[in-house]
């Protein structure tokens, strides 16, 4: 039987976007429940990279981004290289401080936010964070829309106003809607490392943020608090098992920096890389953000902080909804713009880099690093990049869509 003690907003998923939309929400009043199938919050190591307008919004949330940036690095610089010729460009995010109340990236792994986020929404009476629930699929009616969920007691219903889908690509809400989820699956697995070997000290003028172009074997270079972070494409042809052995693993970090000992590897993980965007981000009381709406490769680190916009966007239109400022039909203009920017600007531009990364062709490599330099020379051109790449530009477009 439905359980009728709960008339708010459902949300499927303790991850970054979902922790975010239950915090807006239950600061404005409007009672959350959050349920998460695991035990506790998620120690996901994917995600790692705050843009600027990722922490200007964080910064609504009484605190958060002070809090964050507590535990994490400012990266103020960040740099596209080549694994042989070595630094091509440095970015100086300093260059958007009249755009930004943060002119620089975080760099704090993403279960740093949603811890920081659980105790804060702790505060709240009207709010709670449900571990060990999983949620099996969503079901609605005119007035309510309803969560089956599985639990240490058996499969159990919640019922609330409105349900958001925030747990993952595999998304269990999105399926038992039907919503297509179109798109590709790059060939390649990623392999992300995590080492407290400190590259810096043997790459000169390394930064905490580095995309390093190879024809044969890009990679990305990331701090965060203790470790060096390491992602590499496998090979055509290599099996799981010999990407994370522990002979592949020594010769991949080997081959950027050599060590007289073995690395200190702290953690490995091999995954699948998609490109997809759902056909719908809202059906009837039920709505799609963050990697349960649109997934992408992790290169320029948008996929985290697009799934944070979402929740920021979609936040602010159920607030003026749920307090009858709106018409229902405003959370239609929420998948408006934010499916647009995921298809045009977040899929693209993470598209885009991956290409660059991995450009075989010599004069097309020197080609593109010519521009960058170019770019980079100029301050106006350099804004216009660094404007585009820390989301700023997103923001704004999806602000101005109808």
């Known amino acids: ?71 994490g690095l400012i990266a103020r610089t960040w740099q596209y290289r080549d694994r042989v010729a070595g630094p091509i460009v440095t970015w100086d995010l300093g260059l958007l401080a009249g755009d930004t109340a943060h002119p ?32 099996l699929g969503v079901a609605q009616d005119a007035n309510s829309a309803t969560l089956k969920v599985k639990t240490s007691e058996g499969e159990r219903h919640f019922r609330g106003r409105w349900a958001i889908g925030a747990e993952g690509a595999a998304s269990p809400v999105r ?7 179109a798109g590709i699956t790059i060939p390649e697995l990623y392999l992300t490392l995590s080492t407290t070997f400190d590259f810096a000290a043997h790459l000169a003028g390394l930064t905490y943020v580095n995309y390093i172009a190879d ?34 693993v020594q010769r991949r970090l080997n081959a950027v920096v050599p060590s007289a000992q073995p690395y200190d590897v702290t953690h490995r993980t091999l995954y699948h890389v998609h490109e997809r965007v759902a056909e719908r981000y809202r059906a009837g009381r039920v709505l799609l953000i963050g990697d349960a709406a649109h997934i992408n490769n992790p290169l320029g680190g948008m996929g985290m902080n ?65 521009e960058l330099r170019r770019t980079a020379a100029d301050p106006k ?19 101005g869509m109808a």
């Open 104 to 135: 620089y990236r975080l760099q704090a792994e993403q279960w740093r936010l949603t811890r920081i986020l659980a105790a804060r929404l702790a505060r709240f009476p009207h709010a709670r964070l449900l571990f060990r629930h999983e949620v």
């Open 215 to 248: 024809p044969s074997e890009w990679l990305v270079l990331l701090r965060v608090s203790g470790n060096w972070r390491c992602l590499f494409p496998t090979r055509d042809g290599e099996s799981r098992e010999e990407a994370l052995s522990e002979e592949s």
């Open 381 to 399: 051109q350099a804004r216009a990049f660094l404007l585009r790449s820390s989301m700023i530009q997103a923001l704004r477009e999806a602000e």
């Open 1 to 71: 039987m439905p359980d009728p003690s709960n008339e708010g907003v459902l949300i499927a998923g303790a991850g970054p976007s979902g922790m975010v939309a239950a915090m807006a929400l239950a600061k404005a009043g409007i009672p959350v429940t959050v349920f998460e199938a695991e035990s506790e919050l998620p120690a996901d190591l994917r995600a790692s990279t705050f843009h600027p307008a990722t922490l200007d919004l964080l910064d609504t949330l009484d605190g958060t981004t002070d809090e964050l940036i507590g535990q």
């Open 306 to 370: 697009g799934g944070i916009h979402d929740a920021f966007n979609l936040a602010e239109k159920l607030v003026r909804v749920w307090r009858g400022a709106a018409d229902e039909s405003l959370l239609d203009r929420y998948e408006r713009q934010r499916r647009k920017i995921a298809i045009d600007f977040v899929q693209a531009n993470a598209l885009r880099n991956r290409e660059s990364l991995r450009e075989t062709d010599p004069a097309l490599r020197a080609k593109r690093h010519d």
């Open 175 to 181: 399926r038992s809607l039907n919503i297509a989820y």
